[in-house]
């Protein structure tokens, strides 16, 4: 029965919290209704209308990202379970546990930091932007 | 310590080095490049001197160098075979091209020759191609120089290109080599295929394995061993006889006189023809085995004598006359061998080469004397005017002839005592031996009638009575190969050593091999090879001398008569008396027409018809067959249409099929 | 005597690691220098890489490793990864195919945007290819042919400007998806009948197949599907002609020489190793017969295609889909019966030979675009006049291409015929006479434009461009002096070709 409690309020916790940001929020912020405003969020992009639109390329983008960490996450994931238990049988040393994930976390970043240099995470620039990087000497 | 062995393939790369030097730099180099071949013929020179000092200490050389095709049954290699034979052959050919170099600068330089870097790096190729024949350990490493050797002289008798005689001549004697050795080249493949193996020396030998098949009495390809070996010895003959010179394949050489004289004297006295010779010498052991063979070889032998010298009787040309002098020497070369007469043929090759090369390099030096004139009828008087040539040309002429002591008498009159007993048994070769005997009274009469046209009498042209001088390049290489001419019958004084008992027969002992040999490579095993009985009148040394008694007779009367017809101050031409037979013997026996005949009246239909059979048929089907595969080609190309779909709808198509193919093979769908 | 240092036994796989290595620091730079056009520095670094890679692997076969008599193999990773012989014989081929594209692209990709990402998707391309060559299970092959692939395919499409530069990379793309699907369905039918992906744990399974015959011979079929992919043969061979075209020509060397040994290598690893041929056939899965079937379709489609081509990159395609043809004889003649280490090396030599020769072609075709010459055999007419250095160098190529004797493309076509002869494949043997008989007429047709016709239109003087000129050369004098060498390529490649085939 006791098992039972622990998820009966792990459950609870994970309703409360996103209800209390909401309320929190509703709370603080000042209402300034418009259509645009009151349309349903869909990452910026108008929800309604033909499925055969063009998306920013920039979405792409997001998504391999999301896909590389994913992975990562995947094969870290069983490397962290069985972390503690290796070491801890002596059979291998903290180098042969450790080394090969850093190595392939530092492959990571390695891409990662690629991306991010190359201009993978910033977002498409307004008509605005580009005006005003324009008219900067 | 380095053995002179380990130095052996430089005394063949030389010249090749100098073959590339001349070629590149010739036209920057003093002399065009002359000092290249000079030196790298010295250095030959000095290297085949160490391997001949080194095979006379007992140490011969057989050695497998590079081995650049492996069969299943047999394999190819270069390799390096010096044992008494080839060293001395290394030494008279280096020797030889080097005085050649020398003279050279003297005929060809001071002459203003235009296209002296080529002259000098074909002599550099030729001399190359002539070194690494000479020790060449198997059949086939020989065939391919004996080919460049072949390759050279066309390039070299064709030197003066621009004129119309010359590349016609080059062409002849292109031809008319390539011929015979179209037979050698079947040899060599018969030879390979019978014994699988193309070595000359050694227990792995060709010769030891034809030994052995007679010995076990094999069948090959259908004959008994005996036969198959005379054919095959008959067809490399082919080759011998192509570029030896010998009847019926002689008549490129005198036209190959269009070549500088230079060359003359290298083409006859070392290489090209002397290769042919050479070669039978170097597979002796083989010939030995088939008294079919020899007999052949004996009777083309003899019969090239006597019937070349008859032709050189008649010539006006200097160079004609030696040109003839050359085959029918040759001949008597043949002769030797083909009587089982080994160390005779050998001695005679030596000494050819010596008074030869004098002979058509003095020849040279008269040409330069006489302001490039040919024509003997033209000289005469030369005598007190150019005393070095005359003396040294002189040395030559009784070495030609035959007169005791010149090195000539010695080893033509131990030719035909091999000969003569050898016929005293076996009567069929005194006709061989008579043939040759007749020949020496015909070449005492043209070489003398030569040397008296030349030198003697009265100038009968301005040209004669006020000669070009000559310089000592020309000099030095007259004076020692006429020394040589006189005193290289030293080596082998067979007469006299059998007169008196003493020891003195060298040559015979170097190549029996008592200062060292290869195991089945000497004299004595060959002659216990040879089949031929011997017999005597009376007793050997009576046989001898009786024997060299004839030669030098006949050879003195042919002098004799020479010399009271044309040493008189004002000769004329008795030729011209002997009427019909003159116009025979000026018409070389009208051997050029026949064979012209041959090739325009025989060959050329013959190459026309199978010309018209291959335009028509075989190049119908050809061009049928890419006009096919281009109109295919045209289809093919549509199938790749530029739409991805298609490609993936065929794609999936082929796989289908190529899934549909396999399981009904191999039964999946059952 | 012993080695001088132990290594780490992964370090076996060092030829791959440095060129994954090399990768890295090329994203490292274009890290700290975003749209660098410090041509210099990145084809140096590539450059230098690919050489690293070529100068270990040639040192790791010179030390013997991989010769079971002196280093032996070398299993990585419970037998996932191999280094032996025939592994670090294409260790080279991929290393020296990616150093001479490197040095070349140094001039083609002058002025081009996108130079770091060039260069470093090439490496890590070339590293896929490199592990290809190691793979020694299912899964490691396709991770390696994928590694390989889509680098391959932003590679064809990196002139995003050039309309058929991205129209080939798309074409490419979507082939390669099928194809790779049609392969990943073929491994999974495989382990399905057998349970295992490991080759040689296959190989000892297969007698629990014998009841899937179907099913493993669909997977088979399959297999054979994904590497005609990889090698452009018929029928997976629609991109090859499209994307060798539209890419820029030092890719199209790259793939159609590195790509397609490392497609090779794993085809002959596959299937020597996984599925002997007895026990196969006894299954009822006769897989040489396909390789046959395909040898025969690939070289005759692809030289037939190319006779009569306008476009000399096209011309070049179409051979190169014919030289697969050729390499599968080695393949296709694993009868069982024939001396098999002999044609199977025959195969490695030939792709080793073409790795120079062809990609010495395409990098003339570089050459020529760089010079902006034009891509018709016309365009191409009297080049020999003004830049004769390359022209002969492009002779050589063809004649080599053509198997002409004095060429390395010789010796390496006739080991092939012999292998085939020898294994009984007349067939096989007469269409390999009449391919190449074929082939040299539109090679030949190049060097006649080559040297003897003259220019349609004037042009100007020509350059030089160091790179590219460097990279033809090199590949020329190799294309000629493997001759000699030809002894002991000929000796590595048949000893790794015995330790491989059963």
């Not at chain 2, 030494?91 to 030889?96: D, G, K, R, T």
């Not at chain 2, 001419?485 to 008592?514: H, Q, R, S, Y």
């Not at chain 3, 082939?175 to 495989?190: K, R």
């Not at chain 3, 018929?234 to 499209?242: G, M, R």
């Amino acid at each position: 029965m006791n098992e039972w409690i622990a998820i009966g309020a792990l459950a609870l916790v994970g309703i409360l919290i996103p209800l209390g940001m909401m309320s929190v929020s509703y709370l603080l912020r000042p209402s300034v209704p418009e259509t645009s405003k009151r349309a349903t969020y869909e990452s910026g992009e108008v929800p309604t209308g033909g499925t055969r639109i063009r998306f920013n390329i920039q979405y792409y983008m997001v998504a391999l990202l999301f896909v590389v960490f994913d992975i990562e996450t995947v094969l870290l994931f069983p490397w962290a379970v069985v972390y503690r238990d290796a070491l801890e049988s002596g059979e291998v040393t903290l180098m042969q546990a450790l080394g090969p994930m850093l190595l392939f976390v530092a492959i990571l970043v390695v891409g990662l930091a690629w991306a991010w240099r190359n201009g993978a995470v910033q977002w498409a620039k307004s008509p605005r932007q580009v005006e005003l990087e324009a008219n900067r000497p | 310590m380095a053995t002179a062995f380990e130095f052996a393939p430089a005394i063949a790369l030389f010249p090749l080095a100098a073959f590339v030097i001349a070629l590149v730099f010739g036209d920057y180099m003093p002399k065009k490049g002359a000092f290249a071949g000079i030196f790298a013929t010295a250095g030959s020179l000095l290297l085949s001197l160490w391997v001949l000092a080194t095979v006379a200490g007992g140490e011969p050389y057989n050695e497998q160098l590079y081995q650049w095709a492996i069969g299943d049954q047999i394999g190819f290699h270069f390799g390096i075979l010096l044992d008494p034979l080839s060293a001395l052959m290394l030494v008279i050919v280096s020797l030889i091209a080097l005085l050649v170099h020398i003279f050279s600068l003297g005929y060809m330089n001071a002459e203003g020759e235009t296209g002296l870097r080529r002259y000098y790096a074909e002599l550099g190729l030729f001399t190359f191609s002539m070194l690494a024949f000479v020790f060449a350990d198997n059949l086939l490493m020989a065939f391919m120089f004996f080919e460049l050797v072949g390759l050279c002289s066309y390039l070299l008798i064709g030197f003066w290109f621009r004129t119309e005689s010359a590349p016609s001549a080059a062409k002849k004697a292109f031809l008319v080599t390539r011929f015979g050795d179209y037979f050698f080249l079947v040899g060599v493949v018969a030879i390979a295929a019978t014994f699988g193996t193309l070595s000359f020396a050694g227990t792995e030998s060709f010769p030891t394995a034809a030994e052995a098949a007679i010995d076990n009495g094999e069948t090959l390809f259908g004959f008994d061993a005996e036969t198959w070996v005379t054919i095959t010895g008959l067809l490399v003959l082919g080759g011998v006889i192509g570029k030896s010179a010998q009847f019926p394949l002689h008549t490129w050489l005198p036209d190959a006189m269009e070549g500088p004289t230079t060359v003359s004297a290298l083409i006859h006295a070392a290489t090209m023809v002397a290769a042919g010779v050479y070669l039978v010498a170097r597979m002796f052991g083989f010939y030995a085995q088939s008294p079919t063979a020899l007999s052949i070889i004996a009777f083309v032998g003899g019969f090239t004598a006597l019937f070349a010298a008859t032709m050189g009787v008649v010539k006006d040309d200097i160079k004609q006359v030696l040109a003839y002098s050359t085959i029918s020497q040759y001949g008597y070369m043949m002769l030797g061998l083909g009587v089982g007469g080994y160390v005779a043929g050998v001695f005679h090759l030596m000494n050819h080469a010596f008074f030869k090369a004098l002979l058509f390099l003095g020849a040279g030096a008269v040409i330069i004397l006489m302001h490039h004139e040919q024509d003997m009828w033209k000289m005469g008087g030369l005598k007190d005017k150019a005393p070095v040539a005359y003396y040294t040309f002189l040395s030559g002429a009784l070495a030609l002839a035959g007169i005791v002591p010149f090195s000539g008498f010695w080893s033509k009159d131990e030719v035909l005592f091999d000969a003569l007993i050898v016929g005293l048994e076996q009567p069929l070769f005194l006709a061989a031996y008579a043939m040759g005997l007749i020949g020496v009274f015909f070449t005492g009469f043209y070489t003398f009638r030569m040397v008296f046209l030349t030198f003697h009498g009265e100038p009968r042209t301005d040209a004669a009575r006020d000669p070009h001088p000559i310089g000592w390049s020309v000099k030095v290489p007259l004076i020692v190969l006429g020394v040589l001419a006189l005193v290289a019958g030293v080596v082998n004084l067979a007469p006299i050593g059998k007169l008196t008992g003493a020891e003195i027969t060298f040559l015979e002992f170097w190549l029996d091999g008592e200062y060292g040999a290869i195991e089945g490579l000497t004299y004595h095993a060959y002659h216990e090879a040879v089949p031929f009985a011997e017999g005597y009148i009376g007793t050997e040394t009576v046989t001898m001398l009786v024997g060299a008694g004839l030669s030098l007779g006949l050879a003195l009367a042919g002098a004799g008569l020479a010399y009271s017809l044309y040493n008189v101050p004002e000769p004329v031409p008795h030729t011209e008396k002997l009427g019909s037979v003159r116009t025979l013997l000026r018409s070389n026996y009208y051997q050029d027409e026949y064979q012209v005949w041959l090739a325009e009246g025989l060959t050329l239909p013959l190459a026309r018809a199978a010309d018209r059979f291959d335009q028509g048929v075989i190049d119908g089907v050809v061009n049928g067959v890419s006009s096919v595969s281009l109109f295919g080609s045209g289809w093919i190309k549509r199938i790749q249409t530029g739409v991805v779909t298609n490609y993936a709808a065929l794609l999936v198509l082929g796989f289908i099929a190529l899934l549909v193919v396999l399981g009904l093979h191999g039964g999946w769908f059952a | 005597m012993a080695p001088l240092i132990e290594l780490h036994s992964w370090s076996a796989l060092a030829p791959t690691l440095i060129l994954a290595l090399t990768g890295l620091v090329l994203f490292v730079f274009d890290s700290i220098d975003p749209r660098s056009t410090n041509r210099s520095a990145l084809a140096g670094i590539s450059t230098a890489g690919a050489l690293a890679s070529l100068g270990v692997a040639v040192w790791y076969i010179v030390a013997g490793v991989g010769d079971p008599t002196r280093r032996g193999t070398f299993d990585l990773f419970g037998g996932q990864l191999i280094v032996d012989q025939m592994a670090l014989f294409f260790m080279v081929v991929v290393a020296v195919v990616t150093a001479m594209v490197s040095i070349a692209s140094y001039d083609y990709f002058l002025e081009h945007a996108y130079q770091a990402e060039y260069y470093s998707l090439m490496l890590l391309a070339a590293t896929g290819m490199s592990t290809m060559a190691a793979a020694n299970s299912l899964v490691t092959v396709f991770i390696a042919l994928e590694l390989a692939s889509l680098p391959s395919f932003a590679l064809v499409a990196i002139l995003k400007t050039n309309r058929g530069s991205v129209e080939a990379g798309l074409k490419y793309f979507l082939i390669g998806a099928l194809s790779s699907a049609i392969f990943v369905y073929g491994i999974s039918l495989v382990y399905g009948a057998t349970g295992y992906m490991q080759l040689e744990a296959i190989a000892q399974n297969l007698e629990g197949a014998e009841g899937f015959s179907g099913l493993l011979g669909l997977g088979v079929v399959m297999l054979i599907g994904g590497f005609a992919y990889k090698t452009a043969s018929v029928p997976f061979h629609f991109w090859a002609p499209e994307a060798y075209e539209g890419a820029p020509a030092p890719i199209s060397a790259f793939l159609s020489s590195a790509s397609k040994a490392a497609g090779f290598v794993i085809a002959f690893r596959v299937f020597a190793t996984a599925f002997p041929i007895e026990t196969m056939a006894d299954i009822g899965i006769d897989w040489t017969l396909a390789f046959v079937i395909l040898a025969i379709v690939t070289m005759t489609i692809g030289n037939f295609a190319a006779a009569t081509q306008e476009n000399v990159k096209r011309m070049l395609a179409y051979s190169s889909v014919g030289h697969a043809g050729y390499a599968l004889i080695g393949l296709a003649g694993l009868t069982g019966t024939g001396s098999n280490d002999v044609v199977l090396g025959a195969a490695m030599m030939h792709l080793l030979v073409y790795g120079f020769m062809n990609t010495g072609a395409f990098l003339f075709i570089a050459l020529a675009e760089y010079w902006g010459v034009g891509r018709t055999f016309e365009d191409y007419n009297g080049l020999a006049k003004q830049a004769p250095m390359a022209s002969a160098a492009m002779t050589i190529f063809m004649f080599s291409l053509a198997g002409i004797p004095p060429f390395g493309g010789f010796f390496s076509k006739y080991f092939l015929l012999t292998g085939a002869i020898d294994a009984g494949l007349l067939v096989v043997a007469v269409a390999l006479v009449v391919n190449s008989a074929l082939s040299l007429y539109y090679y030949s047709r190049l060097v006649k434009a080559l040297w003897i016709e003259e220019p349609v239109v004037e042009r100007d003087s020509l350059t030089q461009p160091t790179g590219l000129y460097v990279a033809i050369i090199f590949a020329a004098v190799m294309t000629v002096v493997i001759l000699p060498g030809f002894g002991p390529v000929a000796d590595t490649a048949i000893e790794a070709a015995a330790a491989v085939v059963p």
